[in-house]
């Protein structure tokens, strides 16, 4: 079932995303998407303005959620799912580096919810060169991360620097028109998100992982036609290309909606009522082994690029 959280931006580093599978863009189609893109007149490249950066955002789930579903369902800790920060260090191009740089995020998650502390203080000195050779680790403390990340506490605090420090390298990016990258950050916790669920689900299936993993289809409606819009440049071209193989299975996975009963909070004083939502997820286990299969592949040549 899609649930609903308050959105943030997740666990130990910038570019996580702390958020529930909200409904609202489910029906969004790439015309509306396209809209949500602007040229700049002096570069002639596009941009991903704020709202459509926020469409995607609002519907990611985190990592971190993520993980702890697995250690619910008492499946033990795996290095072997992880991208080793090893592979990162000859990648030669801004593109390569964003995508790793969203991956080990995703994997941060997992660390933090396996409470695999020296670990995290390794993948946090990856994520901290790959985000200087960026150009904006100036807008992180790397210090409070590491701090925090491994006091196995204090996860609040953690989250309320996570954002900030995301807000103000979007802008930092969007204004020198390198929105580009923030799109492959995205991309790669999303992509390493699905590929640790999936690699779970092979070796030990449950309703609930088969349920999160046919709910990627909503998120992937969204970012598969923003992903296109950057087709000129040959390392999207490529990733779309790849990607066209989620579209093709994606669309035989089939997702209902139903009305859920109210919530009622008190919020600031005022009683809010949201009307929550349902859904309903059909995959098969053709469907689901197409998709366990194809995010091997995918996500294993990215890493090796």
Known sequence: MLKKYILSIICIVFFLYVQSYTLGCKNKDENDLNNLITEQDNTQSVVINEEAINEIISSFSSPVEMAALMNSLNVEFSKKYLVDPKLTENYDTNNKKAMALGMLSADLGYLNVYQRSSLIVEYLSAIKRLSDDLKVSQFFDFQSFKRIATSNDNIDSLLFLSV??????????????????????????????????????????????????????????????????????????????????????????????????????????????TQNEVSVVEITDEQLQQIISTTEKIRNKLIKL
């Open 164 to 273: 900030q420090s995301f807000q103000e390298m979007d802008s930092y990016l969007r204004e020198s028109a390198r929105s580009n990258l923030s799109l492959l950050v995205i991309t790669g916790v999303w992509l390493e998100g699905l590929y640790l669920l999936t690699q779970v689900a092979s070796e030990k299936e449950t309703e609930k992982l088969r349920e999160r993993i046919g709910e990627q289809k909503i998120l992937f409606s969204m970012l598969y036609p923003i992903l296109k819009i950057y087709s000129d440049d040959p390392y999207f071209e490529s990733l779309v290309a790849d990607f066209k193989e989620f579209q093709n299975i994606f669309d035989q996975v089939k997702i209902t909606y139903e009305v859920g009963d109210p919530v009622t909070e008190v919020i600031d004083g005022h009683v809010v009522i």
